[in-house]
């Protein structure tokens, strides 16, 4: 029962992640992904996920705080930054338990650069490489739904880069 029941957050992060990548605006791309991270946090908790878990958990902290930057025009710090890097770099290395527990740690600390740099291009790039990367690790922790969400983020990631392209071509 607790499996089917990580797959159905899985399914809700999945919603949610889709919704994310259509934002052009930075602000609202952190803020959905704020509640895609809390349900990927929830599936991984439910399956012992133990370096997603906390890498999941690291996420939601780092979105809120670029999120209240990005809301209030303020640019997060660089030390901010590496901080969180530590701590995600940290984390990794006290819950890993395998090779296959690199991936979250490698994908979470490259993608709180993504979100901490300004350019949506950068960021939806970053996406792209994350999503192919989790792939392998979601079918080895069993998070079936994820695997579809990873497909999905990958392809909602290019179109957001395209649509961020064609709107700098616009202006």
């Known amino acids: 029962m607790v499996f089917y029941i990580a797959q159905i957050f899985g399914l809700i992060a999945l919603i949610?992640?889709?919704a994310s990548y259509v934002q052009k605006e930075k602000t609202k791309f952190l803020f959905i992904q704020l509640f895609s991270n809390t349900c990927y946090t929830i599936q991984y908790l439910l399956l012992n996920a133990t370096s997603a878990l906390v890498t999941n958990l690291?996420?939601?902290i780092k979105t809120y705080i670029f999120y209240k930057n990005s809301k209030n025009n303020k640019k997060t710090s660089l030390i901010t930054l590496i901080i969180i890097e530590l701590?995600?770099?940290s984390?990794?290395?006290i819950t890993y338990e395998s090779p296959i527990s690199l991936i979250p740690i490698t994908m979470a600390m490259?993608?709180?650069y993504g979100k901490y740099q300004d350019n949506m291009k950068v960021l939806y790039a970053i996406a792209m490489i994350s999503s192919i990367s989790w792939i392998l690790y979601n079918y080895i922790v069993g998070a079936y739904v994820s695997i579809i969400a990873c497909i999905v983020e990958f392809?909602?990631?290019i179109i957001g880069y395209v649509r961020v392209n064609q709107s700098k071509v616009k202006k």
């Open 155 to 157: 392809v909602a990631s």
């Open 87 to 89: 701590v995600i770099l």
């Open 16 to 18: 949610l992640l889709v």
């Open 110 to 112: 490259l993608f709180t």
């Open 58 to 60: 690291v996420n939601i």
């Open 91 to 93: 984390l990794g290395i």
